[in-house]
């Protein structure tokens, strides 16, 4: 049974990746809540090519939808878009951008994804990303960098104007030993796997029961640019052999999707590069015959994947 729906679920994944290859570049392969994934997107997930800001805005949203869900107060985190960082950072006057940034009111953890982008025509432009993670409470920022201090100028520029909208005088910022990245283009993912490494850390501490300080340091082998690639395309394979090319509506989290999709579904999906599911396949698995909560589904299926790449599985 088990090997039987391991064959199953691999076959789903190939027939995604079959049908999604088969796209233009330009088309959109997967609308996921607020995000549109585009074929491009998917391809700059191959070795040795750049993450844009679609695929970190992707995977921010990702986060929020599959880890957060388990947090006492997902309101203490804030994942900014790089087009909400990068918005902060040519700001003459970031108090006017408080009704269009989410608030800092209940905020303790804020990740901003930097990017040393200084062209206002150009929201995509820019060489290198990098992480800056700042501590509300604390007033304290930490800095990671791939690619030694190559972003430390444009970070305190986002960290100064987040102190004001932080009704704050200052951060005191560190800047912390980095894994280093070893060509031109792992920036982009290695801020993903920060970002998801850091965000499991203070989750795990906060289930704890001893309530220790936040561990701010990285070892290299915890973060890995190969296994990020991977991890971000599994990501975006599994969404959409599991529930098709759309994926989200103006409800929060928990939307439900009904697996006993009507046949004009399950035709729309088989074309989307998902598989049908025939009467035995759902009695074989219970999940199929009822009601599926996405973020629930979202984060098992993150944190199995996580495992096994963790675990070489």
């Known amino acids: 049974m088990i090997a039987n729906k391991s064959t199953k679920r691999s076959f789903k994944l190939f027939t995604a990746l079959v049908n999604l290859l088969r796209m233009r570049s330009t088309d959109i392969i997967l609308e996921y809540f607020d995000v549109s994934v585009y074929r491009q997107d998917f391809d700059n997930l191959r070795e040795d090519q750049w993450l844009n800001d679609n695929n970190l805005t992707f995977w921010y949203e990702y986060l929020e939808r599959s880890e957060l869900t388990e947090a006492s107060n997902p309101q203490e985190f804030l994942l900014l878009r790089p087009s909400m960082v990068f918005l902060l950072a040519q700001s003459q006057n970031p108090l006017e951008l408080k009704d269009v940034l989410p608030s800092l009111e209940q905020a303790h953890y804020v990740f901003l994804p930097i990017n040393d982008n200084d062209d206002v025509d150009l929201a ?5 990303w990098s992480l800056l993670i700042v501590d509300l409470q604390k007033k304290e920022g930490f800095y990671y960098d791939t690619l030694d201090d190559t972003n430390v100028a444009p970070a305190e520029v986002v960290a100064k104007k987040l102190a004001i909208l932080d009704n704050c005088p200052q951060f005191t910022l560190y ?32 289930s704890s029961d001893t309530k220790k300080s936040i561990e701010w340091h990285v070892e290299d082998n915890l973060v890995s640019a190969k296994r990020g690639r991977h991890l971000l395309s599994y990501a975006i394979l599994d969404l959409i052999s599991k529930y098709g090319r759309k994926i989200g509506s103006s ?48 984060r098992r299926s993150h944190h199995l994947h996580l495992h096994r790449r963790n675990h070489g599985i």
């Open 251 to 298: 409800e929060e989290i928990g939307i439900k999707l009904d697996a006993n999709k009507t046949k004009e579904d399950s035709s729309s999906s088989l074309s989307c590069g998902t598989t049908t599911t025939t009467e035995n396949d759902q009695s074989e698995d219970s999940e199929s015959a009822v009601p599926v909560d996405i973020s629930k589904a979202i």
């Open 124 to 128: 995509e432009g820019g060489s290198h």
């Open 175 to 206: 800047s912390l030993p980095t894994p280093q990245q070893t060509n031109g283009s792992d920036c982009g993912v290695m801020v993903c796997m920060l970002t998801s490494h850091f965000l499991r850390k203070i989750l795990d501490m906060q």
